[in-house]
């Protein structure tokens, strides 16, 4: 099979308008009113009757002829005499006439010859009594046999009654095509009588994921097969409904052309725009740009934008087409920047409300590929507000840094750990530490961290977050903690094990960890201690040379070799696996579990909790340095009264 190679990349503008030249809208549905919220109108309503039906009161009272107060007050009030009452619900039975007055309930239909309302506030009733013929005592009479009101203020025809379609009245516009229906609008269409509503059909959206590897999330992950879990289906499925499309999902394809087609043209059929994610790329394995060259017509292959060269945009039989990078980074920045918008224009929906952020970056940053780059970024304050929305008008008053978060496109957690986008111009090839930038947040209700940790992965540091609202670590290890609280950027930066030099910042808290060698159950090989790991044949596992694990595992070889009186190397050259460094504390014990090592450095407390065997071989220091300038922040101080009542390990 031959080598499809990226000649010439579209730009940016004409990958949209390939997506704006595909027909994605999907007709008109009758919706429930009930299911209506949120969805838009394709044709005008009108009014088919009042609102309300009829003349009613406004409050509770009594339902007069205005005539008959004129020139009533507190001190002259006028005397009606009361004929009856209407409650709501009640169809009046009473003919008004001059002098009288009737009892009204809010809501209730304004009687016969009523013209207007006085609340029960501004009059006073007075009963009228009369004597029993036989016994001889007074019983007062029913508001039918002659109760009088006296009406204590003048009331102009009109007052305090809402006249029928004085909401609404028959005939009238209610709503036109293009509203997005929201509560308000389902309460008028309700007080119409509307039952249902023609709205705009949601764009259906198939999304095929592709790929052998992949596995749905819940099934059994074979992972000595390389295989992952999938994660594009799911992010892309909750992106398509956020913009107001209907997501369906299919099988995933694996790399056989053949099976491949079947589900792309199952989902053609079926849904009006097709997403597919991996299979873009140039390799000879990623066929499916044959499949849209042969079965359909493809548009475009590859775009100049970083992340998400290997976008395809086409047709396959008549739905429209658009082929994601299968990396869920640029996937989902792919979906954010072209395809969302065209489903939201598709679903008769406004663009979402932008929101954006102005700060300066944190630290500089290069970048010469002469590609759009669309840079996944984080946002960390120097004071105790959040950053202003520059979209709601208000200026920030604290410092607002701006730092990438970019593990490769691979890696879910740069979406995870990131606020929002800034886009670099292709142009442009070098970022500098404060130069301003503007970060396109990813949704106007996005939050930044309360506080910013970054650091070594500590069970305790977790124990402390889970008490603060909303922070962020990042697990990037001991040394680069150091690095990047020197270049300003964390509110605290965790350390565990020896320090290379002294760090010009503030200890905010320490405990110790007991670290050592975690081995199988029951330390079925009877390990001792390092010697062992030089001495017999045992497969090892160690920690990143970022982690503080590490640095103290290295000075305990470099204890063991000047007992020796030999060099460290030759130590380490003995000790099998030792250049092999995983990012995570559990990482090391979770291949002994596996059985893919004999043993690995790590923690007490992991080997307790995944009941390991564990051979001590010190306490290290973790200690929580804070940026000088965040001294004040709400949450380190938060942090700092944590740390006063000494962590220990469970």
């Keep these: 099979m031959s080598r499809k190679e990226f000649r010439d990349l579209a730009s940016p503008e004409a990958a949209r308008e390939a997506i704006d030249s595909l027909s ?23 009014a088919e009757l009042d609102v309300p039906g009829f003349d009613r009161a406004s409050l509770d009272g009594y339902a007069l002829r205005a005539r008959d107060t004129f020139g009533a007050d507190e001190a002259d009030p006028a005397r009606l005499e009361v004929v009856g009452a209407v409650h709501a619900g009640e169809e009046p039975t009473i003919d008004l006439e001059e002098g009288q007055a009737v009892e009204i309930s809010t809501g209730a239909v304004m009687p016969p010859g009523a013209d207007a309302m006085v609340p029960v506030e501004r009059t006073d009733r007075v009963e009228q009594r009369s004597t029993d013929s036989a016994s001889g005592d007074n019983v007062s ?16 025809p009109g007052d305090n009654v809402m006249f029928a379609g004085a909401d609404v009245a028959a005939g009238e516009r209610a709503l036109g095509p293009g509203t997005t229906i929201t509560p308000r609008d389902i309460g008028l269409l309700s007080a119409l009588g509307v039952d249902e509503v023609p709205v705009r059909a949601k764009p259906r959206v198939g999304i095929v994921s592709t790929g052998d590897e992949l596995v749905r999330p819940g099934g059994d992950l074979e992972s000595e097969r390389g295989e992952i879990y999938d994660v594009n289906s799911y992010t892309i499925a909750a992106g398509v409904e956020d913009a107001g499309g209907e997501a369906v999902l299919y099988p995933h394809a694996g790399d056989d052309q053949d099976e491949m087609e079947r589900i792309l043209r199952e989902a053609a059929d079926e849904c009006d725009l097709v997403l597919s994610s991996g299979s873009t790329s ?25 992340p998400g060269k290997p976008m395809l945009v086409g047709r396959l039989e008549s739905s429209a087409y658009v082929g994601l990078p299968g990396y869920p980074v640029s996937a989902m920045m792919v979906f954010r920047t072209f395809v969302a918008p065209a489903i939201r224009k598709a679903a008769g929906l406004a663009a979402p409300k932008a ?5 300066r970056m944190a630290r ?64 442009t090839d070098y970022l500098e530490e404060g130069e301003s930038v503007t970060v396109d947040l990813f949704s106007p209700d996005v939050q930044p961290p309360t506080l910013l940790g970054v650091g ?25 903690a150091v690095r990047r609280l020197r270049e300003g950027v964390p509110d605290v930066a965790v350390i565990a094990g020896p320090l290379e030099r ?19 159950p029951g330390n079925p090989q009877e390990l001792e201690g390092l010697a062992a790991l030089v001495d017999r044949d045992l497969r090892f596992v160690n920690r990143t040379t970022d982690s503080g694990l590490r640095s103290s595992l290295e000075a305990a070889v470099d204890d063991l070799a000047a007992d020796r009186g030999t060099d460290r190397q030759e130590l380490i050259a003995a000790i099998d696996g030792f250049d092999l460094g995983l990012r995570a504390h559990e990482s090391p014990a979770r291949k002994v579990i596996a059985g893919d090592a004999d ?35 709400e949450s380190v101080q938060e942090l700092a009264a944590a740390l006063e009542e000494p962590p220990t390990e469970h």
Excluded: C
């Design 364 to 427: 500089s940053e290069r970048y010469a590929e002469g590609r759009l780059r669309l840079m996944p970024v984080g946002l960390v304050t120097s004071g105790p507000s959040e950053p202003a929305h520059e979209s709601a008008g208000v200026d920030g008053d604290v410092d607002t840094l701006v730092y990438p978060v970019d593990k490769g496109s691979g890696a879910t957690t740069s979406l995870a750990e990131a606020d929002g986008v800034v886009t670099v111009d292709p142009g």
């Design 282 to 306: 140039a390799s000879a394995v990623d066929v499916i740009y044959r499949i849209i060259e042969e079965q359909g017509e493809l548009l475009l292959h590859g775009v100049s934008v970083k």
């Design 599 to 633: 043993v690995g450095v790590g923690l007490r407390a992991t080997a307790d909790r995944l009941n390991l065997g564990f051979v001590p071989l010190g306490d290290q220091p973790v200690r929580v340095f804070v940026n000088s300038d965040r001294t004040a922040k």
């Design 141 to 156: 009479e029913t508001a039918e046999n002659g109760d009088e009101v006296l009406i204590r203020t003048s009331v102009a």
């Design 502 to 520: 002294a760090l010009e910042a503030e200890e905010l808290g320490r405990w110790s960890r007991e670290w050592g060698l975690v081995v199988r």
């Design 456 to 480: 070594e992965d500590d069970p305790t540091m977790n124990r402390l977050l889970d008490g603060l609202e909303n922070p962020r670590y990042l697990s990037v290890g001991s040394r680069p």
């Design 355 to 359: 929101a954006t952020v102005s700060g």
């Design 24 to 46: 994605l809208e999907g007709g008109i549905d009758r919706v429930a009113l009930e299911d209506a919220r949120g969805r838009v109108l394709v044709a005008r309503l009108d």
